[in-house]
């Protein structure tokens, strides 16, 4: 593999585990976007994603709408970015418009909330005097897992629904 190759494909995991991360951060503290907005990391899509995920917890649905098409915009198969279109357009009930996302989403890769969760443990290790936060970002990372399996078990509902009301084939 070559040195570009390997540089990319680390980038690239590098930005899925702080995207990760940044959702359990999202939802410890929804005061991360001004912070965000005044001083942004130095990924404009990780900047957009968070953005994204933190405009859906406030249930600013249209805002979380278009950060999250501007991370597909770059990224077509970003499980996040999905997610959240489905899950807003699904609280606007515009489904519509959810479902060919719904589509895409059951076929993306979800987070791998075991992978944070080894990454928080090994952090945790490092600073053992912060065993109580740590605990609590555990439960955070189960917490979005749980959302993870209810949103696609909702796409799975809002397909099979779409999909015999309009005689499509299943996905």
Not at 64 to 85: C, E, G, H, W, Y
Not at 138 to 162: G, H, N, P, T, Y
């Amino acid at each position: 593999m070559t040195q570009a190759r390997t540089t990319y494909l680390g980038t690239v995991l590098e930005m899925k585990i702080l995207a990760n991360l940044s959702r359990v951060a999202a939802a410890a503290s929804k005061s991360v976007l001004p912070i965000l907005e005044s001083q942004p990391p130095n990924s404009p899509l990780l900047t957009l994603i968070v953005s994204a995920d933190i405009h859906q917890r406030r249930q600013e649905w249209n805002a979380a709408i278009d950060f999250a098409s501007r991370v597909l915009s770059s990224r077509p198969k970003d499980f996040n970015a999905l997610s959240i279109l489905v899950s807003s357009y699904g609280h606007l009930g515009q489904t519509e418009l959810a479902y060919p996302l719904a589509k895409r989403l059951l076929r993306a890769t979800p987070p791998n909330w075991t992978t944070v969760k080894l990454l928080c443990r090994v952090l945790n290790l490092i600073k053992p005097r912060e065993r109580e936060s740590a605990r609590r970002v555990l439960q955070m990372c189960d917490a979005e897992a749980e959302a993870d399996r209810k949103i696609l078990a909702w796409s799975q509902k809002l397909v099979s629904k779409f999909e015999a009301t309009n005689g499509v084939g299943a996905v």
